[in-house]
């Protein structure tokens, strides 16, 4: 099982970018996905997940109306857009899934925005 994550890097207040986590060694389209984040001296919050089935959707407060969360699985790929970043937003970003009782975690990309 493996999750990696792509498209971090440096913008400024405003940009935009988008997070990609690519999924294998397991049945991607039956699970949900997440994207956690995790600032410097801050612990790991819930950004976003997608469902595995009919495409719902959830955001955290912080994001909502900015993040749009997508999944393409035929590329076995969850997306993460991110706009009218904040300097708040800096942060490690994760993607996650639970199977049968255990975490998966991404290594992470950093995501910097600059004020």
């Known amino acids: 099982v493996q999750l990696v994550e792509s498209g971090g890097g440096l913008v400024q207040a405003g940009g935009s970018l988008t997070l990609s986590c690519a999924a294998s060694?397991?049945?991607?389209?039956?699970?949900?996905i997440g994207w956690f984040r995790q600032a410097p001296g801050k612990g790991r919050e819930g950004v976003s997940c997608?469902?595995?089935?009919?495409?719902?959707?959830y955001y955290a407060d912080s994001v909502k109306g900015r993040f749009t969360i997508s999944r393409d699985n035929r590329k076995r790929t969850v997306y993460l857009q991110m706009n009218s970043l904040k300097a708040e937003d800096t942060a490690v970003y994760y993607c996650y899934f639970r199977q049968r009782q255990e975490d998966y975690w991404g290594q992470g990309t950093q995501v910097t925005v600059s004020s």
């Open positions: 060694g397991f049945t991607f389209e039956d699970y949900a």
């Open positions: 997608i469902s595995s089935s009919d495409g719902s959707t």
